[in-house]
């Protein structure tokens, strides 16, 4: 069974339509039941029937992750009993955040999802090998499971790591379907060939990647996507999600930006000062996902820094699309006048072939300037990396020797369910 919303190919009328009702229920919901949100609107003497449309959604003041930090509580809408699930952000940048999900929440998170595999062509005929982390408070894990068993498609989860339990499973299951952090997809594709397994013939067909880009800003393919490509022989599928938005925008076989699933979210893509972007121009994503019963939100400013794409696609859905996430919004590094974001450099030491582990340190000098040194393992060859980074990244970056373990234990010396390989010393 197909789960494809026939909506998604009608007119943007119908878009809007549909959108308003579901807004139209979120604010009141909000309106009724938010104690943050009533002090919100009450104090920027904003009446909720003032916000009966959706264009009404920029009255509203944006909320940031230290509003959810700091007032947790006050957005919940619902009592302990009616809670079903916690979850927590990965807490890359700082503490974890919890989420609160009621039973009403968890079902929106499998059609979401549901959605989500679909458009990528999933089908009860398929066999699902997801390598992601299941537990560990993780959401994404979770939804990929629920949406995939909705669907009526099989599911071995797996879980992260363990490249030898993660062959057992492709041998006994025959799996059809991977869902993988792109490089550990990499990692993998290797690790058979060296156990004289040709990836290609092992029976995937699909590659779903989840945590990091595998398309350059103008949408193409980079050097991350081309390998595992190579190595597997068949199409990636980008998604894009977090845990607070608990939406996901995932692409379809023609690879142009992740969907936007209109029913379930309104996106805005805004600048510096707050203000909508031209589409297609880089901006931080603000999410307001629809339908959330336990925690819902307004206008969330996620941080991410990406481009929404508004052309029809060439699938036949007219739902915008957006494009792979270009960095985090706070991480904006100036070096010698050149503006660059980590995740730039991490592309950059894909381009370079370099898969050994590094660390990328940000401090502040004395004299108020942004300043970085990229640590690589000790035995790289310092002289021609720097070579490849300075001219992908338009500035020479500073680039040191270390051994393995020096680096594995910064990357791992934080509270976040993954390495953190960017770390920020900055002041302010
Ligand atoms: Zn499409």
Redesign the pocket.
Known sequence: MSENNPQDFESKDVIHQLQQVEWQKHIKYIADNSSFYQELLAQNKIDSKSLWVMESLPKIPFTTKADLEAKNEQFRCVDQKQIVEYVTTSGTLGEPITLALTKQDLERLAHNEAQSLS?CGITEDDTILITTTLDKRFMAGMAYYMGATKIGAAVIRSGIGDLHFQLDNIKRYQPTTLIAVPSFALKLGQFLQDQGIDPSQTGIKKIICIGEAIRSSGLEANTLHQKIQTTWQCPLFSTYASTEMATAFT????G?GG?LLPELMILEIVDEHGEKVADGELGEVVATPLGVEGMPLLRYKTGDMARLHTAP?????ITP?LGPIEGRKGQLIKLKGTSIYPQQIESALHDANYQNPYVIEATTLSIGTDHLVISVTDDTNLEALSQILTEKLRVKPELYGADVSTILAKIRAHNSRKPVRFIDLRQG
């Open positions: 458009l692409e379809c076989k023609y142009q969907h696609c060439a699938c036949g859905r699309r």
